[in-house]
């Protein structure tokens, strides 16, 4: 649900990054028919109405044990990484079809999908790797560019750090999470004109964490 609170953060960030063209607006991917209504008043918060690119990174985490998981645990977690992801997809590729956008769609994924998925977290992020394929089929046609990237271990407040400072994991075969920058630098790659011929893949930026060690 979106709160007043949320979208003075949402103004506050968009205000702290700069620039002319960075606005700020919330939005509750859980709720379908907010999504559907939300967009295109965001896409209209720019001179030219319109949205090129999407970025898929909402999503919660969650490391109930498989045993322990409820129904409403289990809701929560693919409302946010799931089905949210879909309908936002859906209805910001509507919109780039009906304007004859070549835009281009990125989801981020987890390293966690290439582990055997027994827990919500994993089964979710197996999804978005097989829905990032099918949507790169579907939209490619278009001139919708559609990949993803997984990371690993980032240094945010999710993994309960903050900043580069406390990059450092012995857990993983790298020793360190990776800076949100890393993933931005990808990210930036593959929603520009030079990553126009990577179609459908998702790429691991983990430090070896899920590729060189599966149990790690």
């Not at 012995?170 to 020793?175: D, E, F, I, L, Y």
Request: aromatic share 6%; hydrophobic share 40%; proline share 4%.
């Amino acid at each position: 649900m979106i709160t007043g609170r949320s979208q003075e953060k949402a103004e506050a960030s968009a205000k702290k990054m700069g620039g002319e063209n960075i606005r700020g607006a919330a939005l509750d991917i859980s709720n379908i028919d907010q999504i559907r209504t939300r967009i295109p008043e965001i896409a209209n918060m720019f001179d030219n109405s319109s949205i090129d690119i999407l970025v898929n990174a909402a999503g919660v985490i969650s490391t109930v044990d498989f045993l322990d998981v409820t129904e409403e645990q289990w809701d929560t977690l693919m409302d946010a990484n799931l089905k949210g992801l879909f309908f936002t997809s859906q209805v910001v590729s509507k919109h780039m079809i009906e304007k004859g956008i070549k835009g281009h769609i990125l989801n981020i994924s987890s390293a966690s999908s290439l582990r055997p998925a027994w827990k919500p977290y994993q089964i979710s992020k197996w999804a978005v790797n097989g829905f990032t394929k099918g949507l790169a089929d579907t939209l490619l046609p278009y001139g919708i560019i559609c990949n993803g990237i997984a990371p690993g271990p980032v240094a945010t407040p999710m993994m309960k750090k903050e900043g580069d400072e406390s990059l450092y994991n012995p857990t993983n075969p790298a020793g360190r999470c990776a800076a949100s920058e890393e993933i931005a630098n990808l990210a930036l790659f593959l929603v520009s004109s030079m990553g126009d011929l990577v179609v459908g893949e998702t790429y691991v930026i983990s430090g070896g964490g899920g590729t060189i060690s599966y149990h790690k």
